[in-house]
């Protein structure tokens, strides 16, 4: 069941990982990112983020810093339902997209948040053909996270859009792509650009964070763009 009408404010980090905060104080924060050994996607350490919540989509190391969490949050990665004050959370297991065919069958746990009457859907790195199951238990969407970059990287414009014909957002946010400052060349990934000439109705906010409430939702489907916080791009240095 949803929560009243209220605001929530999202806070980008980069990369995948953003903040909900709540009227009521709650503060959920999902994806944090790492480097591993061999794969330096960041030139930044994930900067320390208060939060009573961390959400990990899945295991790859550019969502699963659990160890930059506050020790008093509490984790979730796996499939599940939560409520902490008037934030409700529900975890819809299903699988990480697969283009070039090197993680068959591997889990990625899609997170759907009701808050101050809102709807949020963050697929983390998931696939975008899902069953009837998974479709069901997502159901109706105000607001889609979604991973798209000019590599295709993860998915294809194609899939992309396809997910938000079948979901109706009235707002889609970008994600998963290259930031400067924050992800270097090296990491193979690329900036949102060519995609998002190919649709009308792009706000680029200029701006880390984003109150949302339902009345103020457009009208038409928008697809925002953030600006990382600054936080992200202050954070200690990291070595390749």
């Known amino acids: 069941m949803a929560e009243p009408a209220g605001q929530v404010t999202v806070t980008y980090y980069g990369h995948c990982a953003f903040l909900w905060e709540t009227s009521q104080g709650a503060r959920v924060l999902v994806d944090p990112y790492r480097n591993r050994e061999d794969r330096y996607w960041f030139t930044r350490k994930f900067p320390s983020i208060p939060c009573d919540l961390g959400l990990i989509t899945h295991a790859h190391f550019d969502h699963d810093a659990a160890d930059r969490l506050p020790e008093t949050a509490s984790l979730l990665r796996m499939p599940g339902e939560v409520s902490y004050r008037d934030f ?48 069901e238990s997502v159901g109706e969407v105000d607001v889609l996270m979604v991973t798209v970059d000019d590599s295709n990287h993860l998915l294809t414009y194609r899939e992309v859009d396809s997910l938000i014909d079948r979901l109706s957002p009235k707002v889609v946010i970008p994600m998963h792509y290259q930031i400067p400052g924050l992800v270097p060349d090296s990491a193979g990934l690329l900036p949102p650009d060519g995609w998002l000439a190919t649709h009308p109705g792009v706000k680029r906010l200029g701006h880390h964070s984003a109150l949302f409430s339902g009345a103020d939702l457009p009208g038409n489907t928008e697809i925002w763009v953030f600006d990382p916080s600054p936080e992200s791009l202050a954070a200690s240095l990291t070595s390749p």
């Open 88 to 135: 409700s959370v529900r975890g819809i297991g299903d699988l990480h997209s697969n283009p070039r065919g090197n993680t068959p069958n591997f889990p990625n746990v899609m997170f759907r948040f009701e808050a101050g009457g809102l709807r949020f859907l963050h697929i983390g790195d998931n696939r975008a053909d899902w069953p009837g199951d998974v479709a």
